[in-house]
């Protein structure tokens, strides 16, 4: 987005270009002034369509919309109370993507925890497995040494 001052000021060339724009530009410039001079918005805008009437600056929408621009001119915008609502958008954008984000690597979080357990358990299995067709053949004593395991170790495993 290109971003113009249109402050009023005699020789700026886009006002030059534009009547409307040039307007326009004076008009607000007279507000400010009004403003400057301590005089209250709503009176400072009355002055200022007086003053453009007066000087035939906008002389056609002002006679059509007069009220309109003196309420909408009014309405003051706050950039501060915009700045605030743009960020709390933003924040909740955040959160809803971040939930979005958070959801696919805690699936694939889950998902890799999962294989893992799934292959212990596995080994778990096959060692169990082992150690119960060495104990068919040896005493528990040799099982034990030749895995390096104790005997307490051995039993428990033989009995779950």
């Known amino acids: 987005v290109k971003v ?16 409307s724009l040039h307007d326009y530009s004076l008009f607000i410039d007279q507000v400010q002034k009004n403003r400057d001079k301590g005089i209250e918005l709503s009176e400072a805008i009355r002055q200022a369509v007086l003053y453009c009437e007066e000087n035939n600056i906008m002389q056609p929408f002002l ?12 309405t003051e915008w706050n950039w501060e109370d915009a700045k605030q609502v743009w960020q709390e958008e933003a924040r909740e954008d955040g959160r809803i993507e971040g939930r979005a984000e958070g959801r696919v690597e805690g699936r694939a979080e889950g998902r890799v925890e999962g294989r893992a357990e799934g292959m212990k358990l596995g080994a778990e299995k096959e060692r169990k497995n082992l150690i119960l067709r060495l104990l068919a053949v040896m005493p528990k004593e040799q ?17 779950s």
Not at 65 to 74: K, R, Y
Not at 143 to 159: D, F, G, H, N, R
């Open 143 to 159: 099982v034990a040494k030749t895995l390096q395991m104790s005997v307490e170790e051995i039993q428990k495993i033989e009995k």
């Open 63 to 74: 006679m059509n919309h007069a009220s309109e621009v003196e309420n909408m001119l009014l």
């Open 4 to 19: 113009l001052n249109v402050r009023y000021q005699k020789d700026k060339t886009i006002l030059q270009k534009s009547k």
